[in-house]
């Protein structure tokens, strides 16, 4: 039972380029979300899923584009990578019960953009 | 809209000090309340709980009391550990909406030996 996992771990992009990032997760749950994560202001949502082939926007959507073909997998995609999208992507999956909604998140990505 | 505010750190502690980190939060309704810890290098994961006023979430010997009246949700330990040296997040959602979860900036803690 692997959890929640996140590919790749680390990405340097020079501005322009374009990415995706993977979210894996083997715990059957309905919920997904992406985050980043940056200094002093915690974390907000990008996107997130309440289903397959469900998305919706999150706080801040902008840049990025996301898919949830697979219950399992969660898509962050970067068309055209800006510096400002440095940060530390974080995806998360849940499975809201009797109100609470524990999110399990998995170990990050580290994106650079240059 | 939904927000949480927490105490800025870092926190620096001596092993065995008392812990308070203060958390609060502006809402409608009554949303369930959150404590997540991140360890260096890792993701976060959910330290305890709260779900309706009055409530105490605790687990690994931290606590927080759901506090309807004053809007907070401020966790405590009674004796860190240097292994308690991590950044804390106060976190709120509700049960609408995609479950949307708004957390705080975070507070790095430090535990010295």
Redesign the interface.
Known sequence: NAG?TQTPKFRVLKTGQSMTLLCAQDMNHE?M?WYRQDP??????IH?S?GEGTT?K?EVPDGYNVSRLKKQNFLLGLESAAPSQTSVY?C?S?S?S???????????TRLTVL | GDSVTQMEGPVTLSEEAFLTINCTYTATGYPSLFWYVQYPGEGLQLLLKATKADDKGSNKGFEATYRKETTSFHLEKGSVQVSDSAVYFCALTHDTGGFKTIFGAGTRLFVKA
Request: no cysteine; glycine share 24%; charged share 5%.
């Open positions: 929640v919920y979300y002093g202001m915690g974390l907000r949502l997130y309440v919706a999150g974080f998360a849940s809201p009797g109100g609470i909604n524990e999110q399990f998140f998995g170990p990050g």
